[in-house]
Nanobody
Framework: QSQLVESGGGLVQPGGSLRLSCEAS????????IGWFRQAPGKEREGVSC????????NYADSVKGRFTVSRDNAKKKVYLQMNSLKPEDTAVYYC???????????????????WGQGTQVTVSS
């Protein structure tokens, strides 16, 4: 069974940092582009960032540009989302996602996403 698992969420003060990780079971993560999405209570899901298989193509939503950095370590079969200068409005459940047809061209798009992780909660509050 193909599955994505996120980790690294938590409670952090405004201005703080967190690093999220995404791992896969049942399929080779290193062969898939990966997207990061988030959903805050009462709000629509928002695309945050994406990265292609090699890490050579990366895209960010305007709301996180300059603060978040996506990367991957294909040898470790992990994708990361480094989040710096966190703001209360970054509070959400964060998901990594992918699919056989998913490509990283616009972080906001979930087109061809077939697999979602269970999500990890990020809370930014003083």
């Amino acid at each position: 069974q193909s599955q994505l698992v996120e980790s690294g969420g938590g409670l952090v003060q405004p201005g703080g940092s967190l690093r999220l990780s995404c791992e896969a079971s049942g399929f080779p993560l290193e062969k898939f582009a990966i997207g990061w999405f988030r959903q805050a209570p009462g709000k629509e899901r928002e695309g945050v960032s994406c990265i292609n298989t090699s890490g050579g193509r990366i895209n960010y939503a305007d709301s996180v540009k300059g603060r978040f950095t996506v990367s991957r370590d294909n040898a470790k079969k992990k994708v990361y989302l480094q989040m710096n200068s966190l703001k209360p409005e970054d509070t959400a459940v964060y998901y990594c996602a992918t699919g056989p047809g998913y490509v990283c061209y616009d972080a906001r798009s979930a087109r061809f996403v077939d697999y979602w992780g269970q999500g990890t909660q990020v809370t930014v509050s003083s």
